[in-house]
């Protein structure tokens, strides 16, 4: 544990958060089991999903980042063994079966019409019987997609384009009377009632007030992050900065938190008690643009030092760096990104461009790197890597793969 000192450096703190984000070991040098998918959940708390499959799914890359090559079942097989659950943790995201308990206020908040997404239970009061006969079709059948109930009648537009049965499914997720019993091939949540998702000890499980569960959360969210400031720690689990503040103070009082001063941060900072100030930092990887690490772009910047914006959503002639690109480190340091894609039916981990931070040695990134991608294309089963030309790194990139 580091000195418990009122004021860190900025080195110290990135040390702590990066051994806290599970970045501290080597990985496995062996097969890389269920058991080590279960110990990483249990230390980020929360892994991002996102759909875009230009390269490979978000919630994969946590595992790749950490675990290196691994079977990518591991997710799904989690899930169907009821260890890890779906829900709106941070955004939609995979979590650790054992805090569910810690999301039914927000479930809820949800029925009853304390909160609301996207309109949902706007949706559920003025379509109330259609809802319900959704539910009774789910609890009836089980293991449904929201395409199976499509009341479509026109081709869909937008991913949010949502037709009535797709929102009363998510009406319905959102406030935990249904859940997801994995994904189809097509990346559909398959739907299904909580008895027969989630372990019946979790079912079982008392029901925290929300004073709890949100102090629960706020502690897991230290844990996962090390050092943080307020806003760092809301975020983390989605959660508002004026909803935590009397909880840090209670956690201070409680002595699971210590108040420190980081170095170059304009507000305070937070440390769990139980944070590691590792002497050295030496994980070099890929890191996905939905990583617990980085996915907070405001403490990117605080604690890397690293502007990063992802550009999926960006016009393509506004783009500056690529469609899918991901921050890449290199012993500790946020040292460049690079804009990667899977071709598929060539079998190619296509390198469009590499970027190198300013000062960042340029060949010693590309040495790095390439071994990165090889053990990626080898995780993806790709038989080649093409680099391309963008970027001030790709030409000493492209001359290791000649």
């Not at 797709?166 to 009406?171: D, G, P, R, S, V």
């Not at 002497?279 to 980085?294: N, Q, R, Y």
């Not at 963008?390 to 030409?395: K, V």
Request: aromatic content about 10%; charged content about 25%.
């Amino acid at each position: 544990m580091p000195k418990r000192l009122d004021e860190i450096s900025i080195v110290e703190a990135r040390r702590i958060s990066l051994a806290a984000q599970g970045f501290d070991t080597s990985r496995p040098k062996s097969a890389v089991t269920q058991r080590h998918l279960t110990a990483l959940f249990a230390r980020l708390g929360v892994v991002q999903i996102d759909s875009v499959n230009v390269l490979v799914r978000s919630q994969e890359l946590p595992l790749f980042s950490r675990l290196g090559n691994h079977d990518r079942t591991l997710i799904p097989n989690a899930t169907k063994q009821r260890k890890i659950f779906e829900y709106w943790g941070h955004e939609a995201a995979h979590l650790p079966v054992e805090i569910y308990p810690l999301f039914r206020w927000k479930m809820e908040d949800a029925r009853t019409g304390k909160s609301s997404h996207w309109g949902l239970s706007s949706f559920y009061k003025e379509n109330r019987k259609f809802v319900e006969r959704i539910f009774k079709h789910v609890a009836t059948n089980g293991s449904v997609t929201a395409k199976e109930l499509s009341t479509r009648t026109e081709k869909k537009g937008t991913w949010w384009d949502w037709d009535e049965a797709k929102t009363a499914l998510e009406y319905l997720f959102l406030t935990g009377q249904v859940m997801s019993s994995g994904r189809g091939s097509n990346f559909a949540r398959i739907y299904d009632i909580p008895d027969r998702v989630l372990p019946q000890t979790i079912i079982d499980a008392p029901t925290p007030n929300e004073h709890d569960a949100r102090k629960e959360l706020l502690v897991r969210s230290a844990y996962a992050l090390g050092v943080a400031t307020m806003s760092d720690l809301a975020d983390y689990f989605r959660q508002k900065p004026v909803a935590v503040r009397s909880l840090i103070r209670e956690l201070i009082d409680e002595g699971t938190l210590h108040q420190v001063s980081v170095e170059s941060w304009n507000e305070p900072a937070f440390m769990h008690r139980s944070a590691k100030l590792p002497k050295a930092i030496h994980a070099t990887t890929l890191l996905s643009p939905f990583d617990s690490l980085v996915w907070c772009r405001p403490r990117n910047e605080r604690l890397f030092n690293f502007h990063y914006r992802i550009e999926i959503y960006t016009p393509k002639e506004k783009r500056k760096f690529g469609y899918y690109v991901l921050p890449l480190m290199v012993n500790g340091e946020m040292v460049g990104r690079v804009d990667l894609k899977a071709d598929r039916a060539s079998s190619t981990l296509l390198v469009h461009g590499v970027y190198c931070e300013p000062g960042a040695a340029i060949n010693k990134v590309a040495a790095a790197l390439a071994v990165e991608l090889r053990e990626m294309a080898d995780w993806l089963s790709l038989g080649q890597i093409k680099v391309g030309r963008r970027g001030n790194g790709a030409q000493s990139l492209g001359r290791l793969f000649r």
